[in-house]
């Protein structure tokens, strides 16, 4: 059971490139979020979705856009990077029960660089 | 404008003694509470949660308290031990405009010392 899986784990781009971070989950679940951890800043959340084919902005959003096209799969894609998008970035799941623990599931987590 | 704040960058215990860390929030209407804890180069894995219509969870060695009117929850360790050196986050969920959402603290960085 691979859980939540985040392609690439590590990446050094050039200011200006673009690129698309993937996550996927075989949980069937209907939630995903997309966070960026920083030192001293804790998990932010950059977007998510809430279902196939929807997405929303979290409190963190610019600069990056996403897509939900599928049910397990959200995709986080940086069109100009920037230095400050330098960062560990997390991608995590949940479907929320009747006998939910509130649990999110958790990616390893994607670095990526800026230079 | 932090919601989840979490005052103690680091705490330094001793093995098999408590560890206590806490955690303080501002929207009253979370309605979930949660315990994060984060090894280095490893996604944040949860150890514990409690929702907001009850004032202790216990699971093992960990223990989390609710303190609504303080608006204040802690995670009590015991016996802590050195694979529990960590960080830990703290987190908050509230149902708005349909979903989900979890704000989490700036983490607390344990160190149990053998």
């Known amino acids: 059971n691979a859980g939540v899986t985040q392609t690439p784990k590590f990446r050094v781009l050039k200011t200006g490139q673009s690129m698309t971070l993937l996550c996927a989950q075989d949980?069937?679940?209907?939630?995903m979020y997309w966070y960026r951890q920083d030192p001293g800043m804790g998990l932010r959340l950059i977007h998510y979705?809430?279902?196939?084919?929807?997405?929303a902005k979290g409190e963190v959003p610019d600069g990056y856009n996403v897509s939900r096209l599928k049910k397990q799969n959200f995709l986080l894609g940086l069109e100009s990077a920037a230095p400050s998008q330098t960062s560990v970035y997390f991608c995590?799941?949940?479907?929320?029960?009747?006998?939910?623990?509130?649990?999110?599931?958790f990616g390893e987590g994607s670095r990526l660089t800026v230079l | 404008d932090q919601q989840v704040k979490q005052n103690s960058p680091s705490l330094s215990v001793q093995e098999g003694r408590i560890s206590i860390l806490n955690c303080d929030y501002t929207n009253s209407m979370f309605d979930y509470f949660l315990w994060y804890k984060k090894y280095p180069a490893e996604g944040p894995t949860f150890l514990i949660s409690i929702s907001s219509i009850k004032d202790k969870n216990e699971d093992g060695r960990f223990t989390v308290f609710l303190n609504k009117s303080a608006k204040h929850l802690s995670l009590h360790i015991v016996p802590s031990q050195p694979g529990d050196s960590a960080v830990y986050f703290c987190?908050?969920?509230?149902?708005?405009?349909?979903?989900?959402?979890?704000?989490f603290g700036t983490g607390t960085r344990l160190k149990v010392l053998a």
């Open positions: 949980m069937n679940h209907e939630y």
């Open positions: 979705s809430v279902g196939e084919g929807t997405t």
């Open positions: 987190a908050a969920s509230a149902s708005v405009e349909g979903t989900y959402k979890y704000i």
């Open positions: 995590a799941s949940i479907s929320w029960g009747a006998k939910n623990t509130g649990e999110l599931f």
